[in-house]
């Protein structure tokens, strides 16, 4: 009875350590507030970053000093939601979805110039729930964010956008992926989908596993800890909703991505049943491909705009 009672301890403490442990690490590193990290004020030198950090950094100056309305909105569960809007007196309105952990003039500097500038666009930066300036003690990798999502269209709708462009990076992007047979405003013309992934599952699987964690188990406890605490279920699939969607989409992602494997952007490109571009660039890293592309996204933003948005 005595060894029993210690194979049987030996099996709680290997529990414990491989799946009960990795589990809880898991759910509460990707899940809970984050304050977002601003590129401007992180070092960069000897990564991937470093080749591009001046231009965003130049970027995030440049929004700065623009005089920019800070906007407030409720959520569908009463989560207190905020942004910022730079009016260009437009029609169009574009919305940046930003990533995990990072802000959106980090995300878009780049981009929103280019948009306003040159494009015509008033700009919307929102913060993510439990992000940054928003309220909210944990997120959910974007399943109820498509729903923040819709409470944002309105907003810009309400404001006088006649045209509406969705543009998401990373978790963001993902998070218009979930939400794309959702998005039924019609002023909604197009959406943009920089490096997103095509889970949850799939890269908190990949998040334990470059931590040294066992992904399947990390993953596999997470989704219960999310059913039961988030009641979502982080094995959702981006692509079951681009299959469903009618909006066109511009798919980018960065080659040598490390964050978010350039595969990801391929299977949901494949999947998308609407009218839809691509570019993959051959430098840059994670979140970068529009910098990276450099006159060549900025061809392609074009024609994708003139293709989708009155002229």
């Known amino acids: 009875m005595k060894y029993v009672l210690w194979i049987l301890l030996g099996l709680a403490g290997l529990a414990l350590v491989f799946v009960v442990l990795p589990t809880i690490v898991s759910?509460?590193?990707a899940f809970r507030r984050r304050k977002g990290r601003s590129f401007d004020e992180l070092d960069f030198t000897g990564t991937p970053y470093e080749p591009y950090i001046a231009q965003i950094s130049k970027e995030?100056?440049?929004?700065?000093?623009?005089?920019?309305?800070?906007?407030?909105?409720?959520?569908?569960?009463?989560?207190?939601?905020?942004?910022y809007y730079l009016d260009a007196q437009s029609?169009?309105?574009?919305?940046?979805?930003?990533?995990?952990?990072?802000?959106?003039?980090?995300?878009?500097?780049?981009q929103g110039h280019f948009l306003y500038e040159e494009l015509n666009f008033n700009l919307l930066f929102i913060h993510q729930r439990a992000f940054g300036e928003s309220e909210g003690l944990l997120h959910t990798m974007g399943i109820k964010e498509r729903m923040d999502v819709r409470s944002w269209i309105r907003f810009a709708d309400q404001r006088g956008a006649d045209e509406i462009l969705l543009y998401g990076t990373s978790m963001g992007a993902e998070t218009l992926g979930l939400g794309a047979d959702t998005f039924k405003n019609k002023k909604v013309r197009a959406m943009v989908m920089d490096c997103?992934?095509?889970?949850?599952?799939?890269?908190?699987?990949?998040?334990?596993?470059?931590y040294h964690m066992p992904g399947a188990l990390a993953a596999g406890g997470a989704r219960i800890m999310a059913k039961i605490l988030l009641r979502v279920d982080i094995y959702e699939e981006v692509a079951d909703h681009l299959r469903n969607?009618?909006?066109?989409?511009?798919?980018?992602?960065?080659?040598?991505?490390?964050?978010?494997?350039?595969?990801?952007t391929l299977s949901n490109y494949e999947a998308c049943a609407s009218p839809k571009m691509r570019l993959i660039t051959e430098k840059g890293c994670h979140a970068t491909a529009f910098i990276a592309g450099g006159e060549k996204s900025r061809e392609m933003m074009r024609t994708f705009v003139l293709a989708n948005f009155d002229a």
């Open 245 to 264: 969607t009618d909006i066109p989409v511009f798919f980018l992602h960065a080659k040598p991505d490390e964050v978010v494997p350039v595969e990801d």
């Open 60 to 83: 995030i100056a440049y929004f700065k000093a623009k005089e920019m309305e800070r906007v407030e909105i409720r959520s569908a569960d009463g989560l207190m939601l905020r942004g």
């Open 27 to 29: 759910y509460f590193a």
């Open 91 to 110: 029609k169009r309105t574009c919305i940046f979805v930003h990533g995990w952990n990072t802000t959106p003039f980090s995300n878009f500097g780049t």
């Open 196 to 210: 997103g992934f095509v889970s949850p599952r799939a890269q908190m699987e990949k998040q334990a596993r470059d």
